[in-house]
């Protein structure tokens, strides 16, 4: 077993035992890198920083944050293929 498929064994196993605690905590990281962009843009991307929380949000922890804000904020936004985006 590499590294790598130890480390997301462990990962998983932490998910499954401390999920929640997980979530919150993933939250709490990308809310304040959130805040963090749109303080040094003055705002001028909130939009675009939202969206990149939410898109990042869906990737981290089991997505258990269902306000509205955040996701009425992710609607009707496509951000492609990987493919798309690279080239």
């Given amino acids: 077993m590499s590294m790598f498929d130890d480390a997301k064994e462990q990962a998983q196993k932490a998910m499954e035992e401390h999920g929640d605690q997980v979530e919150g905590l993933s939250d709490q990281g990308l809310d304040r890198a959130s805040e ?45 293929s990987q493919e798309d985006q690279q080239g």
């Fill in 36 to 80: 963090a962009a749109s303080s040094v843009t003055g705002g001028r991307f909130d939009e675009q920083v939202q969206q990149g929380r939410d898109m990042a949000d869906e990737r981290v922890g089991n997505n258990a944050d269902t306000s509205s804000e955040a996701s009425a904020s992710g609607e009707g936004f496509d951000a492609g």
